[in-house]
C-alpha cells in the first residue's frame, strides 16, 4: 500500500494551519503578507536560472532526440518531419506542438492483459485530456491574476475575463479556469491512487506540489463565491508589493494569507521539485536538436586529446608472441619493414 499521499496531505494541513494561526500572532500579517512573498520570489527567481543555467552548461557531445520515425536519408525515403526533425523549423514546430498540445502524450498507449495472456493495446485518451485541462487552467489562472498587478487593466486581460466566464453562471460569474484546475489536479490525485502501475512508483514529492495546488485553487474559490474578501484592498496590497511599497490593508481577512501561503510556498518549491520540467523540456536535447547525423558529422567538442595506441602498433610489440600461439597477424615478420636505429642524442 502506498501510503506517500498521506506524508503529503498531512504536510499541506500543516502548512494551513501555520498561516490560520501564525497571521493572528502579532507580526503575522507582516511575516505572511510582505516578508514571505519578497523571499519566495527571490528564492523561485535564483533557483529558476541556477536550474536552468546548469542545464545549458552540461555538455551534450551526441545527438540523441526521441525519435518515432524515419530520418532523413535518400530521396526516395519520405522522413517524418515532426517525429524525426532535420532542421530547426521542424524542431521547433515538434517542441510547440509538445508544449501547447502535449503531442506526445496525446499518442501514448498503455497495455493490460486481458482474457488471460492477450496483450491488449489502449489509446489512454483520459490521461492527455486531464494533463491537457489542468495545464491550460493553471495558465490561464495564473495570466488572469496579472490583473491585481496591473494599473490599468490590458485590454486582453479583461478579454480573457470575459472568455473565461462566458458561461455567465452566478454572481460574481463562475470562472471556468479555478474549476477545472481543481478538477483536474483532484483527476491527477486520484489516477495515481487508484492506478497500480502508477501508484506503485508515486513518491510523496509527487503529490506534494498537487495538494498544494489543489490548497491554492479551493482557497480562491472560497475567496471568490463564498467568504467575498475585499478585492479592492487585495488590488492595493498586490499594488504595493510590486511598487516596493508594501502596506498590510485592514479587514482582508485569514483565508487570503493561507492562499498567498500557499503561493509563496509553492513559488520557493517550485525550482528544486518536478516542477521544472517547465523549464526542462526548453533544455532538454531528446527534443530540442535535429536529427541530421546522416548527413553531418558532429565531433564532439569536449573530447580532448588522448594517447592511444592502434592495433597496428599493438601487432608490431607482440607480431613473434602471437604467430607463436597461432593468431592470426596482417603483417608476417618478413613484411615487417626493419626499425630505422635511433640517433643518438
Not at 496591473?150 to 462566458?166: T, Y
Not at 463565491?225 to 482582508?252: A, N, Q, R, S, W
Request: with cysteine; glycine share 6%; net charge positive.
Amino acid at each position: 500500500m502506498n501510503i506517500n499521499y498521506m506524508y503529503s496531505l498531512l504536510a499541506v494541513i500543516v502548512l494551513f494551519l501555520l498561516a490560520f494561526i501564525g497571521v493572528k500572532l502579532p507580526g503575522g500579517e507582516f511575516l505572511f503578507g510582505i516578508l514571505l512573498p519578497y523571499l519566495a520570489i527571490t528564492i523561485f527567481i535564483v533557483g529558476f536560472v541556477y536550474r536552468i543555467v546548469g542545464w545549458a552548461r552540461a555538455p551534450v557531445p551526441f545527438r540523441i532526440p526521441t525519435t518515432c520515425g524515419q530520418q532523413k536519408s535518400l530521396p526516395w525515403f519520405k522522413p517524418a518531419k515532426l517525429d524525426n526533425p532535420s532542421s530547426t523549423g521542424a524542431v521547433i514546430a515538434r517542441m510547440f506542438l509538445e508544449i501547447v498540445f502535449f503531442r506526445s502524450l496525446f499518442r501514448n498507449t498503455k497495455c493490460e492483459l486481458k482474457e488471460g495472456n492477450k496483450l491488449s493495446y489502449e489509446w489512454e485518451k483520459w490521461l492527455w485530456i486531464g494533463a491537457l485541462a489542468f495545464h491550460w487552467a493553471f495558465f490561464t489562472v495564473i495570466i488572469r491574476h496579472m490583473r491585481f498587478f496591473l494599473e490599468p487593466v490590458p485590454a486582453c486581460l479583461q478579454l480573457l475575463d470575459k472568455l473565461d466566464g462566458f458561461l455567465q453562471i452566478g454572481l460574481p460569474g463562475l470562472l471556468l479556469s479555478g474549476v477545472v484546475l481543481l478538477a483536474a489536479a483532484l483527476f491527477l490525485f486520484l489516477r495515481r491512487v487508484f492506478t497500480p502501475q502508477v501508484k506503485y512508483i508515486s513518491l510523496a514529492s509527487d503529490f506534494f506540489p498537487l495538494f498544494l495546488i489543489m490548497g491554492i485553487a479551493f482557497t480562491g474559490i472560497l475567496m471568490r463565491y463564498f467568504t467575498k474578501v475585499d478585492v479592492v484592498g487585495i488590488k492595493g496590497f498586490t499594488m504595493g508589493l510590486v511598487t516596493i511599497k508594501p502596506h498590510i490593508p485592514e479587514g482582508i481577512g485569514s483565508l487570503f494569507y493561507i492562499h498567498l501561503f500557499f503561493v509563496c510556498v509553492f513559488l520557493a518549491y517550485f525550482p528544486f521539485s518536478k516542477l521544472m520540467h517547465l523549464g526542462g523540456i526548453f533544455m532538454s536535447p531528446t527534443r530540442n536538436l535535429t536529427t541530421n547525423s546522416r548527413e553531418k558529422r558532429h565531433i564532439n567538442p569536449w573530447n580532448y586529446p588522448v594517447k592511444v595506441h592502434t592495433y597496428q602498433q599493438y601487432e608490431d610489440d607482440f607480431r613473434e608472441k602471437m604467430i607463436e600461439a597461432g593468431v592470426p597477424v596482417e603483417k608476417t615478420i618478413e613484411e615487417t619493414p626493419p626499425e630505422e636505429p635511433k640517433e643518438k642524442e
